[in-house]
Protein backbone atom coordinates (compact mmCIF):
# COMPACT_ATOMS: atom_id res chain seq x y z
CA UNK A 1 0.00 0.00 0.00
CA UNK A 2 1.45 3.83 -0.90
CA UNK A 3 0.40 7.00 0.41
CA UNK A 4 0.06 9.14 -1.96
CA UNK A 5 -0.69 12.91 -1.55
CA UNK A 6 -3.55 14.87 -4.24
CA UNK A 7 -4.10 18.57 -4.51
CA UNK A 8 -8.07 19.64 -4.66
CA UNK A 9 -8.38 18.68 -8.54
CA UNK A 10 -7.07 15.42 -7.58
CA UNK A 11 -3.70 15.88 -9.60
CA UNK A 12 -0.64 13.93 -8.04
CA UNK A 13 1.63 15.77 -5.76
CA UNK A 14 3.91 13.42 -4.20
CA UNK A 15 4.14 9.72 -2.42
CA UNK A 16 4.45 9.75 1.36
CA UNK A 17 6.40 7.38 3.35
CA UNK A 18 5.04 8.15 6.39
CA UNK A 19 1.31 9.57 7.26
CA UNK A 20 1.82 13.13 8.55
CA UNK A 21 -0.78 14.37 11.78
CA UNK A 22 -2.64 16.83 9.21
CA UNK A 23 -2.89 17.38 5.96
CA UNK A 24 -2.43 20.17 4.20
CA UNK A 25 -5.83 22.65 3.38
CA UNK A 26 -6.94 21.51 -0.10
CA UNK A 27 -4.80 18.35 -0.23
CA UNK A 28 -6.13 15.00 0.47
CA UNK A 29 -4.21 11.71 0.85
CA UNK A 30 -5.39 8.79 -0.35
CA UNK A 31 -3.91 4.54 -0.64
CA UNK A 32 -2.40 3.50 -3.97
CA UNK A 33 -3.20 -0.51 -4.05
CA UNK A 34 -1.43 -0.88 -7.36
CA UNK A 35 2.45 -1.16 -6.39
CA UNK A 36 3.00 -0.87 -10.25
CA UNK A 37 1.10 2.41 -11.01
CA UNK A 38 3.65 5.07 -12.44
CA UNK A 39 2.54 8.07 -10.54
CA UNK A 40 3.59 11.74 -11.95
CA UNK A 41 2.38 15.09 -12.08
CA UNK A 42 0.23 14.46 -15.05
CA UNK A 43 -2.25 11.31 -13.03
CA UNK A 44 -5.03 12.66 -11.71
CA UNK A 45 -6.96 10.64 -9.40
CA UNK A 46 -10.83 10.82 -10.71
CA UNK A 47 -14.26 8.92 -8.96
CA UNK A 48 -11.34 6.35 -7.76
CA UNK A 49 -9.23 5.86 -10.24
CA UNK A 50 -5.83 7.66 -12.26
CA UNK A 51 -6.38 9.25 -15.23
CA UNK A 52 -3.76 11.03 -17.41
CA UNK A 53 -3.87 14.78 -16.70
CA UNK A 54 -3.20 17.58 -19.04
CA UNK A 55 -2.87 20.80 -17.37
CA UNK A 56 -3.31 22.78 -20.76
CA UNK A 57 -6.50 24.10 -21.26
CA UNK A 58 -8.25 23.65 -24.80
CA UNK A 59 -7.62 27.50 -25.13
CA UNK A 60 -3.46 26.69 -24.42
CA UNK A 61 -3.51 24.57 -27.01
CA UNK A 62 -5.29 26.72 -29.52
CA UNK A 63 -3.00 29.47 -28.56
CA UNK A 64 0.54 26.95 -28.90
CA UNK A 65 -1.07 25.92 -32.50
CA UNK A 66 -1.84 29.17 -33.91
CA UNK A 67 2.00 30.21 -32.85
CA UNK A 68 3.12 26.88 -34.89
CA UNK A 69 0.96 28.05 -37.90
CA UNK A 70 2.33 31.37 -37.74
CA UNK A 71 5.59 30.38 -37.79
CA UNK A 72 5.08 27.35 -40.42
CA UNK A 73 3.06 30.29 -42.29
CA UNK A 74 6.28 32.35 -42.26
CA UNK A 75 8.60 29.88 -43.45
CA UNK A 76 6.17 29.37 -46.49
CA UNK A 77 6.63 32.76 -46.96
CA UNK A 78 10.33 32.56 -47.10
CA UNK A 79 10.72 29.65 -49.09
CA UNK A 80 10.82 31.15 -52.49
CA UNK A 81 7.74 31.72 -55.12
CA UNK A 82 7.33 30.99 -58.50
CA UNK A 83 7.04 33.45 -61.83
CA UNK A 84 6.94 32.40 -65.27
CA UNK A 85 9.35 28.94 -64.00
CA UNK A 86 11.78 29.94 -62.51
CA UNK A 87 12.06 30.34 -58.31
CA UNK A 88 12.58 33.52 -56.53
CA UNK A 89 14.22 33.72 -52.89
CA UNK A 90 11.58 35.77 -50.97
CA UNK A 91 13.45 36.20 -47.79
CA UNK A 92 12.94 39.49 -45.92
CA UNK A 93 16.15 40.87 -47.89
CA UNK A 94 15.49 39.20 -51.26
CA UNK A 95 11.53 41.02 -50.61
CA UNK A 96 13.14 44.08 -50.07
CA UNK A 97 15.47 43.68 -53.43
CA UNK A 98 12.41 43.10 -55.39
CA UNK A 99 10.73 46.03 -53.88
CA UNK A 100 13.83 48.08 -54.85
CA UNK A 101 14.16 46.86 -58.25
CA UNK A 102 10.23 47.21 -58.69
CA UNK A 103 10.58 50.57 -58.07
CA UNK A 104 13.36 51.05 -60.26
CA UNK A 105 11.05 49.60 -63.16
CA UNK A 106 8.34 51.84 -62.35
CA UNK A 107 10.89 55.10 -62.45
CA UNK A 108 12.46 53.84 -65.43
CA UNK A 109 10.70 51.93 -68.45
CA UNK A 110 13.98 50.51 -70.22
CA UNK A 111 15.13 49.10 -66.91
CA UNK A 112 16.45 45.71 -66.91
CA UNK A 113 18.58 43.49 -64.23
CA UNK A 114 19.91 40.13 -64.33
CA UNK A 115 18.71 38.45 -60.97
CA UNK A 116 20.04 35.91 -59.47
CA UNK A 117 17.48 32.92 -58.69
CA UNK A 118 16.90 30.76 -55.52
CA UNK A 119 18.99 28.05 -57.43
CA UNK A 120 22.01 30.37 -58.53
CA UNK A 121 21.19 30.67 -62.17
CA UNK A 122 20.67 34.06 -64.03
CA UNK A 123 18.13 35.24 -65.81
CA UNK A 124 17.69 38.92 -67.46
CA UNK A 125 14.42 40.76 -66.03
CA UNK A 126 12.81 43.65 -68.31
CA UNK A 127 11.24 46.71 -66.63
CA UNK A 128 7.83 44.50 -67.26
CA UNK A 129 8.98 41.45 -65.70
CA UNK A 130 10.11 42.67 -62.50
CA UNK A 131 6.62 44.40 -62.22
CA UNK A 132 5.32 40.90 -62.96
CA UNK A 133 7.93 39.45 -60.00
CA UNK A 134 6.75 41.60 -57.80
CA UNK A 135 3.32 41.31 -58.43
CA UNK A 136 4.05 37.42 -58.27
CA UNK A 137 5.79 37.66 -54.70
CA UNK A 138 2.50 39.98 -53.39
CA UNK A 139 0.07 36.68 -54.28
CA UNK A 140 2.68 34.41 -52.97
CA UNK A 141 2.73 36.56 -49.27
CA UNK A 142 -1.35 36.80 -50.13
CA UNK A 143 -1.64 33.52 -50.20
CA UNK A 144 0.04 32.07 -47.24
CA UNK A 145 -2.05 34.87 -45.02
CA UNK A 146 -5.28 33.45 -46.88
CA UNK A 147 -4.26 29.79 -46.07
CA UNK A 148 -3.58 31.17 -42.51
CA UNK A 149 -6.56 32.92 -41.65
CA UNK A 150 -8.25 29.81 -43.24
CA UNK A 151 -6.35 27.54 -40.44
CA UNK A 152 -6.61 30.03 -37.76
CA UNK A 153 -10.36 29.54 -37.85
CA UNK A 154 -10.52 25.41 -38.24
CA UNK A 155 -8.34 26.22 -34.69
CA UNK A 156 -10.29 28.65 -33.04
CA UNK A 157 -13.82 25.98 -34.33
CA UNK A 158 -11.56 22.79 -32.69
CA UNK A 159 -13.42 21.63 -29.74
CA UNK A 160 -11.20 18.93 -28.57
CA UNK A 161 -7.73 19.50 -28.16
CA UNK A 162 -7.06 16.44 -30.89
CA UNK A 163 -8.95 18.60 -33.46
CA UNK A 164 -6.39 21.80 -32.56
CA UNK A 165 -3.46 19.25 -32.85
CA UNK A 166 -4.66 18.43 -36.30
CA UNK A 167 -4.56 21.22 -37.93
CA UNK A 168 -0.83 21.50 -39.64
CA UNK A 169 0.61 23.48 -42.23
CA UNK A 170 1.38 20.93 -44.76
CA UNK A 171 -0.34 21.71 -48.12
CA UNK A 172 0.57 24.97 -50.41
CA UNK A 173 -1.52 27.66 -50.07
CA UNK A 174 -4.31 27.82 -52.56
CA UNK A 175 -4.09 30.06 -55.77
CA UNK A 176 -6.99 32.46 -55.51
CA UNK A 177 -9.71 32.31 -58.69
CA UNK A 178 -8.42 34.17 -61.68
CA UNK A 179 -5.03 34.25 -60.32
CA UNK A 180 -2.96 34.75 -63.64
CA UNK A 181 -1.24 32.65 -65.17
CA UNK A 182 2.68 32.32 -63.83
CA UNK A 183 1.88 34.10 -60.84
CA UNK A 184 2.43 30.55 -58.81
CA UNK A 185 2.44 31.23 -54.65
Not at 2 to 8: D, E, G
Not at 28 to 39: A, K, P, R, S
Not at 65 to 75: E, G, H, V
Request: proline share 7%.
Amino acid sequence: MRNVLINSNGVYVSELDTIPDTIPPGFQLIEVEDENLFLHDKKQYVNGEWVDYDPLSLQDYKDLQWDRLKSDRDKDIDSGFVWNGHTFDSDPRSRSNIQDAVNMAILTPSFTVDWTLKDNTVVTLTSEDIKQVGQALATHINNCHVKGRGLREVVNNAVTKQQVESVVWNEPPPLPPGTPPGMVG
